[in-house]
């Protein structure tokens, strides 16, 4: 039998962290998964664009993917998603694994969860939130106060954010904080908590897996209106973390643990049985 897992992850137009993030996830998939080939597909076409006007590399759509996999007499597909939460992009994801194997029943596609999925209240369901904290143990274990940029959606995933923030808080971790670029809480919202607490120096950390042009702009630039600056104006010391989170092991080793959960048909309320058959693009969502 022919088997592939498809890495679907939004993308990024930066090499470097691109190298120490996306690419060393598909390698520990390939090294753990030898069954399987493995494939790269990205969710935003306007990076795919940029990656081939200006450096002429091509990477694949999901469905383009998917369509190649079929085409090459693939029998068993493992669709594992990199996004934190699921938003529009892994929307995106569960309507092209829906049609795909609405059109090609003989084929078994199955879909994996993004990091944040689950919080483990039914017997049997994983707690995904505390998983994730226990991953990045590295940034969080500290007596500074860490401020998390997610990337904030008007989804109605973007609570993801706040289940995460009451989790860390129940478990103690009372000096870590989360606002967002494109949702709430937004980078002022956080701000005025902050300087209720007389926090002094700050920690900036992208709640990202690649650290590409928010974390290098939006939160660690020198613009007027960039998080280190706005933090900095309003009297604190800013400390930057440039790293995305796929550089750390134990966060990749997430991802590992939802493929293989996939492959064993663990939890079943995915929607990858539900059989779809318009597919939609990602701004039909």
Request: aromatic fraction near 8%; charge should be negative; proline fraction near 3%.
């Amino acid at each position: 039998m022919k088997k592939a897992i498809l890495v679907v992850s939004f993308g990024t137009t930066h090499h470097d962290t691109r190298r120490v993030t996306i690419d060393r996830i598909e390698g520990r998939v390939k090294e753990n998964f030898e069954d399987f080939e493995v494939r790269r597909a990205y969710t935003a076409h306007g990076v795919i664009k940029v990656l081939k006007d200006r450096d002429g590399i091509e990477i694949d759509t999901p469905e383009e993917a998917m369509e190649k996999l079929i085409m090459e007499g693939f029998e068993e597909i493992v669709v594992q998603p990199l996004h934190i939460i699921p938003g529009v992009e892994y929307d995106y994801i569960s309507e092209v694994v829906r049609y795909y194997g609405y059109e090609n029943p003989k084929i078994n596609i199955k879909l994996g969860r993004p990091v944040l999925y689950y919080k483990g209240y039914e017997e049997g369901q994983p707690d995904d939130y505390t998983t994730f904290i226990e991953a990045v143990k590295s940034i969080i274990d500290t007596k500074e106060t860490v401020l998390f940029m997610g990337h904030g959606t008007m989804h109605p995933s973007n609570a993801c954010y706040l289940c995460l923030q009451e989790v860390l808080r129940s478990q103690g971790h009372n000096n870590i904080y989360i606002a967002s670029v494109e949702g709430y809480p937004t980078i002022e919202d956080v701000t005025k908590t902050l300087l209720k607490n007389k926090d002094q120096t700050i920690r900036l950390v992208p709640l990202m897996l690649v650290a590409g042009d928010h974390a290098k702009n939006d939160m660690a630039g020198h613009e007027e209106d960039s998080w280190k600056s706005l933090l900095t104006k309003a009297g604190f010391q800013v400390e930057i973390c440039l790293m995305g989170l796929g550089e750390i092991e134990k966060f990749q080793d997430i991802y590992l643990q939802h493929i293989s959960d996939a492959i064993e048909d663990r939890y079943k309320d995915l929607g990858r049985n539900i059989k779809g058959k318009k597919l939609l693009k990602a701004g039909d969502i």
